[in-house]
């Protein structure tokens, strides 16, 4: 899956599937501090990203990082 | 994960309500607990003219967005810092938001219209950008306000943003500032009422609410506040937010329902009316001969634009 990141903006390649939780643990971020974005709109928590996902990492602190 | 209210597919989890909500069920509990700050701390009434500080950021377009959904007259002031590309890049958010919805958006260019910029400002005064900005937003925000005949100034100030001042006021047990953090600051002599309906709702909340309203908003951070104590106070409480949900709620509720009081004694002593005169420049009330705002225009007067740079590079492209 690609994941893109902001502040720096940034892409990362995964091996899918993978949860939500899973990711933001290998990226070493704070689910209260992101969200994650496809197509546009809100991927939940419990969600399961595929091989083929493109999916954003938006800081939520302003000025934070993802 | 299953809405809270509709039991269809959630979007979104709220830890510290131990709640998921749809997308629907979770826009209808953001204006909804933006109409309970606004009762609860008697900000404005229907019928009253509130002028929204829009900055580009998810903040203020979404309390822009919340104040219109629920009803209320409301009109934004954008005020172009000249902070390069950044400011260029937040101009064209709000002239965009503005321009889709057909509002009202007043609009202030400080090089244009005062002479100088927030860079130039910083440099002269030999103070961090920070404040020559807030002291720029105040006056300009204000003066707009009273000649606009507004009933307050709303600002985007958010649960993240409370807790982060309020923590970081309390590290230093800086009681004065204690003593005035309030969700309402009431109208003075000279200086209109400033309200800030989003202290119920936290950052994640303001950013998942634009990303469902499709709001676009620019995600970056103003170049000149990168790096400052108030972002990594946020840092700090999400790390304790992660592993005790509902921390910050509590912490700077908590502190409006239990604490605030007992620092009325260190509140500032807003000037009574012998204590001010009139700005000899601008009119506005001040304890000194000129206001701090007139006092920036002169020291600024002639300057050359500069440009900032941290560690050799530029920060205002």
């Not at chain 2, 008697?42 to 377009?61: H, N, T, W, Y």
């Not at chain 2, 923590?167 to 009422?193: C, I, K, M, S």
């Not at chain 2, 620092?263 to 204590?275: K, L």
Request: glycine share 10%; proline share 5%.
């Amino acid at each position: 899956m690609q994941v893109n990141l902001r502040n720096p903006n940034r892409t990362i390649i995964f091996e899918g599937p993978m949860s939500i939780v899973a990711l933001l643990q290998k990226l070493d971020l704070n689910r209260e501090s992101v969200l994650v974005i496809r197509g546009g709109t809100l991927v939940p928590g419990d969600a399961l990203l595929t091989a083929d996902d493109v999916v954003e990492i938006r800081p939520v602190i302003s000025g934070g990082v993802a | 994960m299953k809405c809270k209210v509709c039991r269809e597919p959630a979007v979104i989890d709220i830890r510290r309500h131990n709640a998921n909500f749809c997308g629907d069920h979770f826009l209808k509990l953001v204006r909804d607990q933006t109409q309970k700050a606004i009762d609860e701390f008697k900000m404005f009434a229907p019928g009253e003219r509130i002028l929204v500080a829009v900055s580009g950021g998810k903040d203020s377009l979404a309390l822009w967005d919340i104040l219109l959904e629920l009803g209320y007259e409301a009109n934004g002031l954008y005020i172009g810092l000249g902070i390069g590309g950044y400011s260029d890049r937040s101009g064209d958010q709000v002239r965009a938001f503005a321009a889709e919805r057909g509002l009202k958006l007043e609009q202030i260019e400080l090089r244009d219209q005062y002479g100088y910029d927030v860079p130039t400002a910083a440099a002269v005064t030999k103070r961090v950008p920070c404040s020559a900005c807030g002291l720029s937003k105040r006056h300009l925000f204000d003066k707009a306000a009273l000649q606009g005949g507004y009933d307050a100034v709303a600002t985007g100030h958010n649960l993240d943003d409370e807790a982060a001042v309020l923590f970081g006021n309390t590290l230093r047990w800086q009681t004065e500032y204690l003593a005035r953090q309030h969700p309402v600051l009431p109208a003075r002599p000279g200086f209109p009422r400033k309200v800030k309906p989003l202290v119920r709702l936290g950052e994640r909340e303001m950013a998942a609410y634009c990303v469902l309203r499709g709001i676009d908003y620019i995600v970056e951070e103003c170049p000149m506040a990168v790096g400052n104590k108030h972002i990594g106070y946020k840092e700090a409480l999400n790390a304790i937010e992660a592993t005790s949900p509902g921390a910050k709620q509590a912490f700077y509720f908590g502190f409006l329902a239990r604490a605030v009081e007992r620092f009325a004694d260190a509140a500032p002593a807003y000037a009574e009316a012998g204590d001010t005169a009139a700005c000899t420049r601008c009119g506005v009330p001040t304890t000194s001969e000129i206001c701090a705002f007139c006092r920036l225009l002169e020291r600024t007067a002639g300057a050359e634009p500069v440009h900032l740079t941290i560690k050799g590079k530029r920060v205002d492209a």
